[in-house]
């Protein structure tokens, strides 16, 4: 099927290399290498991997595994139980190093004190981070100068190349991710590269690709997000296609940047230069001046058309919900070189129900929305997307002696918050606000319920905002009533009225709340004498 550019080596000892995840000469060279392994992580895929295997948190799986529907069962009962990441060594179909399979990049951990550690880890943070570390830490790159990245010659993604006809995406193991999916995504983890004309601009982005025929993807395009801005600045220039690449096992910061809402016109391989502290490596594409991670796994490179578009879909996604013959026209995207290095890897995410990646890359957005309230001199102390509202709420940590001295009240409060907040990028996955006060730990999913259903009055204390843009893949929005473009937005004020003029006559009732200290450390003293389990 594929004649190579680069010759094969022999691979011997083949169980014992793969379990070493070994590197190809490149790494020596890079930078990451100098780097203590959990900082490295940030920065190489494969590096990102030994680490989460050092960590107890890797599945090396050697046995044979289906790409159609068993490698996505697999994925998704990950996601749902928390468990290891799969590392798949032997996927079927697999053909000169075309490819293994990875899944759960940035899932939760099963052990609550490293809950979040996988997405730490991308990050070059300690397991044990918290989730505000981890929000605070992908901010880094905002407030640092931008770090233009460093070009290389040659990367360890040049290791082998394929050309044209020699390309045929239906022979390679493509995965069919859920049963009633449209077709074999190829394209679910991996960032897409696209420039503006000027090149004043390079968005790095993922979204979602399923295999059209054997050189063509149709991808999932939604209008205001940056891939689609910068179409529209190809179209007024009369351009019908424009070049294209797309990464696949790229740097772990790299896929969490290419995730999160960066302002427009900011070129995320200088954001995530910023974000580690030194130059990205980047190299030059074939057939392109576009640059990609010099330590891919996997590069795509072509065209995507404006103009031709195919049916993509249905496919079972991250709001938990399918419905029959879910398609709709999307751009064609056509594959004119793949270059990869030896064994490569193939991140998947197979979304549905929560938490995988799809729910905690969405839940990053908060801090971005908590720097957008802050810009605007807002009362807001904090900022919080529970996963388990996959990330489409956002809890609001209020200040309320702030909020007195502004003598405003509930509705023309909410209206300023929603109009500032609801026509950004960084509430485009947000479908609704809650203002909490000091009382509510927004960090715990419990105290959001409690307070929402004790203090917010239904039709009274909810302001809904039709006039903004909606987020279509909600399915209240696409398969609801009314324009699945604007609207679907809400704010719950979870406030009492006394708060908004500075006073708090009331508290919650609980252990902590109702008794004085003697009486709850006696009672902590006594507890396993008492017959029950210590806490």
Known sequence: MFRYRTVIRPTTERLLNRLALRSSSFRSKSSVASHPRHVAAQLDFRTFIDVLREDGDLADIEQEVDPHLEVGAIVRRVSEVNGKAPLFHNVKGAKNGLWRMFGNAASLRSHESEKYGRIARSLGLPADSSWKDILERSQVGKVKPKVEPRVLS?????????????IDLNKLPAP?????????YLQTYGVHILQAPDASWTNWS??????????????LVGSGQHNSIIRDKWLKEGATEIPWALAMGVPPAVSLAAACPIPEGVSEGEYVGALVGEPLELVKCELSDLLVPANSEIVFEGTFSLEDKAYEGPFEDYLGLHFDDDKHLQPLFTV????????????????????????????????????????????????????????????????????????????DFCNKLGQIAFNNKSCMLINRILLFGHDVDI??????????????RPGQDEYVFEDVPGFPLTPYMSHGSGDARRGGKAISDCLFPMEYEGMRAFSGVDFEKSYPKEVKDKVRANWSAMGFETL
């Open 336 to 411: 004119n070189a793949i270059t990869y290095r030896d064994d490569a890897i193939l991140p998947v995410s197979v979304p549905g129900r929560i938490s995988d990646e799809s729910h905690t890359t969405a839940s990053l957005a908060s801090e971005e929305f908590l720097e957008l309230c802050k810009k605007h001199d807002l009362p807001v102390l904090d900022a919080f997307a529970p996963l388990e509202t996959h990330a489409t709420w956002c809890a609001l940590k209020i200040d309320t002696d702030r909020l007195a001295k502004e003598k405003t009240n509930s509705q």
């Open 206 to 219: 993922i979204f979602r690709g399923m295999i059209y025929d054997n050189r063509r993807l149709v991808c």
């Open 154 to 166: 040659t990367g360890p993604c040049k290791q082998f190349k394929i050309f044209g006809d020699e």
């Open 176 to 184: 069919m991710l859920h049963q009633a999916d449209g077709g074999k």
């Open 443 to 456: 960090r715990k999913f419990d105290d959001i319920i409690w307070a929402l259903v004790t203090r917010c």
